[in-house]
C-alpha cells in the first residue's frame, strides 16, 4: 500500500527556516514526482514546488523561488523541504503528495503543522 | 499565477445534484487536460477524486464527475450524501512544470 509519511509539528522563531520531511513506501520512489502544498490556518490549498527524486528535477511557484529547498534521498526514500526566512505569514499545514497521472496529487501524506512565534 | 477562481460555497439536498466550476485561462485550464478535483473534510488530508478533466480514481463513487469547456471546468457531484459535505478543491497544470489551485468551494449537505 502506498503511504506518505510526514516529520513532526515545528515550531519556529520568525527569521529561520524549517525542513520537513515525506518518507515514502509502497512504490518505487525513483518512479514518482513529490508536489509540496500548504494550507494556511482557514485558508485554501496553495501549491509550492516539486521534486523528480529520480533525477532531483525542481519546480517551484514564483512566489517560492529562492526559499525553497528540496531534496531527496533514495535510502530512505524520503524527501525534504525546507522553507527559509520565515514569517508568521508561513504559519500553515504543509504537505507532500505524489504525482500521479496528468499531475494530479494521487497519495498525501498526513501533514506537517509550523508554527511561527516569537 | 492567480489561483483558479471557484465559487466559495455550494449546496443541495440529499439525492440532488451540485455542480462547481473553477475558472482558469488558456496558460493553465484552457490550455491542458490536465485537471484534477480534491476532496477535503475538516482536519484532514486533501483526497483526489477527479484526475485528468473526468477521470475517476479506483475507489471514488461514479457519483463524482468532472468535464471542461473552454478555460472553465466543472465538478459535479450527484445524489448528493450527508458524507459529500466538504471542501472542493480544483487543481491545473499551468505549465512550465507548475500548478495551480482553485480557490475552493464549500459544499453544504441541506
Known amino acids: 500500500q502506498v503511504h506518505l509519511v510526514q516529520s513532526g509539528a515545528e515550531v519556529k522563531k520568525p527569521g529561520a527556516s524549517v525542513k520537513v520531511s515525506c518518507k515514502a513506501s509502497?512504490?518505487?520512489?525513483?518512479?514518482?514526482?513529490i508536489h509540496w502544498v500548504r494550507q494556511a490556518p482557514g485558508q485554501g490549498l496553495e501549491w509550492m514546488a516539486m521534486i523528480g527524486p529520480g533525477d532531483g528535477t525542481t519546480s517551484y511557484a514564483q512566489k517560492f523561488q529562492g526559499r525553497v529547498t528540496m531534496t531527496s534521498d533514495t535510502s530512505p526514500s524520503t524527501v525534504y523541504m525546507e522553507l527559509s526566512s520565515l514569517t508568521s505569514e508561513d504559519r500553515a499545514v504543509y504537505y507532500c503528495a505524489r504525482m500521479g497521472y496528468g499531475g494530479a496529487m494521487d497519495v498525501w501524506g498526513q501533514g506537517t503543522t509550523v508554527t511561527v512565534s516569537s | 499565477q492567480s489561483a483558479l477562481t471557484q465559487p466559495p460555497s455550494a449546496s443541495g439536498s440529499p439525492g440532488q445534484s451540485v455542480t462547481i466550476s473553477c475558472t482558469g485561462t488558456?496558460?493553465?485550464?484552457?490550455?491542458?487536460?490536465?485537471v484534477s478535483w480534491h476532496q477535503q473534510h475538516p482536519g484532514k488530508a486533501p483526497k483526489l477524486i477527479i484526475y485528468e478533466v473526468s477521470k475517476r480514481p479506483s475507489g471514488v463513487p461514479d457519483r463524482f464527475s468532472g468535464s471542461k469547456s473552454g478555460n472553465t471546468a466543472s465538478l459535479t457531484v450527484s445524489g448528493l450524501q450527508a458524507e459529500d459535505e466538504a471542501d472542493y478543491y480544483c487543481?491545473?497544470?499551468?505549465?512550465?512544470?507548475?500548478?495551480?489551485f482553485g480557490t475552493g468551494t464549500k459544499v453544504t449537505v441541506l
Open positions: 487543481t491545473s497544470y499551468a505549465g512550465s512544470n507548475t500548478y495551480v
Open positions: 509502497g512504490y518505487t520512489f525513483s518512479n514518482y514526482f
Open positions: 488558456s496558460s493553465d485550464v484552457g490550455g491542458w487536460n490536465y
